[in-house]
Antibody, heavy 121, light 106 residues
Framework: QVQLQESGPGLVKPSESLSLTCTVSGGSISLYFWNWIRQPAGKGLEWIGRIYSSGSANYNPSLKSRVTMSVDTSKNQFSLKLSSVTAADTAVYYC???????????????WGQGTTVTVSS | DIQMTQSPSTLSASVGDRVTITCRASQSISIWLAWYQQKPGKAPKLLIYKASSLESGVPSRFSGSGSGTEFTLTISSLQPDDFATYYCQQYNSYWTFGQGTKVEIK
């Protein structure tokens, strides 16, 4: 079955950019939307955005100015870049797949285990 | 932006209890609502989609209802494995999560 694995630096300095990659295994990245969600310690979930396998993306309006997502179908990976980070961006970052292919949604049915990113000097 | 408000924030219950969690949207989202269960240190797990459709493999004691702006998640008979935090999520316009409801042991 499809599995997701996040990877990237666990520590980022304030004002720098956070970059994470999610590797899709057990299935193709094609025809689905792929999401990034984050969760500060002890708090709720925040949707960051999603990207289709073609590269078309939707971002959370509150983060849009700092977020860039990309997809590499040859590597079955998609990525998140969040610029100008502050301590408020410290969180567990998850990648997840929209349940329905071809632009549908119906929630997110496959999730990575999450990776902790700390913003600190 | 569509805001999602869950109630209560915390719920104390016993094994065997019937539990209901409410999620309200700031504007109509039709039936475009999902429910997730999250346990400490784990990723969320999809339980319900389209407000009332049960995800494959999810026990039938979980059910969802509602449309428009008001939705409920019901656990008909709470089991030990069900003590967790539950989130609603709208997918009508962008995606937004509720703040979560922690179901704890009474």
């Amino acid at each position: 079955q499809v599995q997701l694995q996040e990877s990237g630096p666990g520590l980022v300095k304030p004002s720098e950019s956070l970059s994470l990659t999610c590797t899709v295994s057990g299935g193709s990245i094609s025809l689905y939307f792929w999401n990034w969600i984050r969760q500060p310690a002890g708090k709720g979930l925040e949707w960051i955005g999603r990207i289709y396998s073609s590269g078309s993306a939707n971002y959370n309006p509150s983060l849009k100015s700092r977020v860039t997502m990309s997809v590499d179908t040859s590597k079955n990976q998609f990525s998140l870049k969040l610029s100008s980070v502050t301590a408020a961006d410290t969180a567990v970052y998850y990648c997840a797949r929209d349940k329905v292919p071809r632009g549908g949604s119906d929630g997110m049915d496959v999730w990575g285990q999450g990776t902790t990113v700390t913003v600190s000097s | 932006d569509i805001q999602m408000t869950q109630s209560p924030s915390t719920l104390s219950a016993s094994v065997g209890d019937r539990v209901t969690i409410t999620c309200r949207a700031s504007q109509s989202i039709s039936i475009w609502l999902a429910w997730y269960q999250q346990k400490p240190g784990k990723a969320p797990k999809l339980l319900i989609y389209k407000a009332s459709s049960l995800e494959s493999g999810v026990p039938s004691r979980f059910s969802g209802s509602g449309s428009g702006t008001e939705f409920t998640l019901t656990i008909s008979s709470l089991q030990p494995d069900d003590f967790a935090t539950y989130y609603c999520q709208q997918y009508n316009s962008y995606w937004t999560f509720g703040q979560g409801t922690k179901v704890e042991i009474k």
